[in-house]
């Protein structure tokens, strides 16, 4: 399955600006951030062949807690970093 994420760190999509306000894209970018550097300071971002992989998995769970109406970044980062196993 193709990723709608682009690999330079951004989440955003110009499908998703229909979906969600800018304040509310703005929010899950910080979550998504916040939650990358956690990644980051647990290893996870070792191999640069995958990182891009990782980023729009990253991207894809976050996305998808804010489609369900999770919009508390704290929440956002906790929850999409539950599914990675060392968190």
Same mark, same amino acid.
């Given at each position: 399955?193709?990723? @709608?994420? &682009? &690999?330079?760190?951004?989440?955003?999509?110009?499908?998703?600006?229909? *979906? /969600?306000?800018?304040d509310? !894209? =703005?929010?899950? $970018? $910080?979550? /998504?951030?916040?939650?990358w %550097?956690?990644?980051?300071?647990?290893?996870? @971002?070792?191999d640069?062949? @995958?990182?891009? =992989? !990782?980023?729009? +998995? !990253? #991207?894809e769970?976050?996305?998808?807690?804010?489609?369900? #109406?999770?919009?508390?970044?704290? $929440? +956002?980062?906790?929850?999409? %970093?539950?599914?990675?196993r *060392?968190?």
């Amino acid at each position: 399955m193709a990723s @709608t994420f &682009p &690999p330079d760190g951004s989440i955003y999509d110009a499908s998703y600006s229909e *979906a /969600f306000d800018s304040d509310k !894209l =703005d929010l899950v $970018q $910080q979550a /998504f951030d916040a939650a990358w %550097l956690e990644l980051s300071a647990a290893g996870f @971002t070792a191999d640069e062949a @995958t990182d891009g =992989d !990782l980023r729009s +998995l !990253l #991207g894809e769970k976050i996305m998808a807690l804010a489609a369900a #109406g999770e919009f508390d970044s704290n $929440q +956002l980062v906790s929850r999409a %970093l539950k599914s990675f196993r *060392a968190f």
